[in-house]
């Protein structure tokens, strides 16, 4: 079992090294290969939902692989000279390298999941803002928009009437963009338009 656990870890190390260095070699290698293309809009999700944070039961990522190979190996030949059965240090070994594939390919996920939620401004729009450097008379403050999944983005802004002074903390809503500068109202003055313009 000594070879098994010394392979598992060579491969669980050497092959995220090989494509961390050699990665963008093979970049688009595999893309003429018509049967694979088949496979990219294939989602196999076997996420659970465990207290509202989504885990991946099964690993199906080389990081997630490899990292389980390389801690089913460690822990195989340090658990291997001790009074342990060779069945039970392979248990163990199995186990611990499992939870880790699991624990990486969660973390693989989540990651993907924040770098592909991002907003445009026009849908920025949606959200009311709260400031957080006051808004000076005729000059400029910032915002931070929370989106409903938690995402937060800051922005420069400044006051739809440049006589106007937003102090911090005061709760905003956006009415455009302008060369990546949010142009706001107080939310309260805003809704008291609305109401009037429709009396």
């Not at 690993?59 to 001790?82: D, R």
Request: hydrophobic letters at 50%; proline letters at 2%; glycine letters at 10%.
């Amino acid at each position: 079992m000594d070879t098994v656990f010394t392979v598992c870890m060579v491969i669980g190390f050497v092959v995220p090294l090989i494509t961390l260095v050699f990665g963008s070699l093979f970049d688009g290698v595999l893309d003429g290969i018509s049967w694979l293309d088949g496979l990219n809009g294939l989602d196999l999700d076997f996420d659970i939902d465990i207290g509202g944070f989504d885990v991946c039961f099964l690993p199906f990522s080389v990081q997630s692989i490899c990292a389980g190979l390389l801690v089913f190996g460690a822990a195989g030949k340090v658990l291997e000279g001790g009074a342990l059965t060779a069945v039970t240090v392979v248990i163990i070994a199995v186990a611990m390298g499992y939870l880790v594939a699991v624990v990486v390919q969660t973390l693989i996920k989540r990651l993907k999941d924040v770098e592909n939620t991002t907003y445009s401004t026009d849908q920025l729009l949606l959200y009311d803002a709260k400031v957080v450097n006051t808004i000076v008379k005729g000059g400029f403050g910032s915002i931070s928009i929370t989106t409903n999944d938690g995402i937060t983005s800051t922005y420069p802004a400044k006051a739809q009437n440049p006589e106007t002074v937003i102090r911090q903390d005061s709760v905003v809503s956006i009415l455009e963009f302008q060369d990546n500068v949010a142009i706001v109202m107080e939310k309260d003055l805003l809704e008291r338009k609305y109401d009037e313009a429709k009396a």
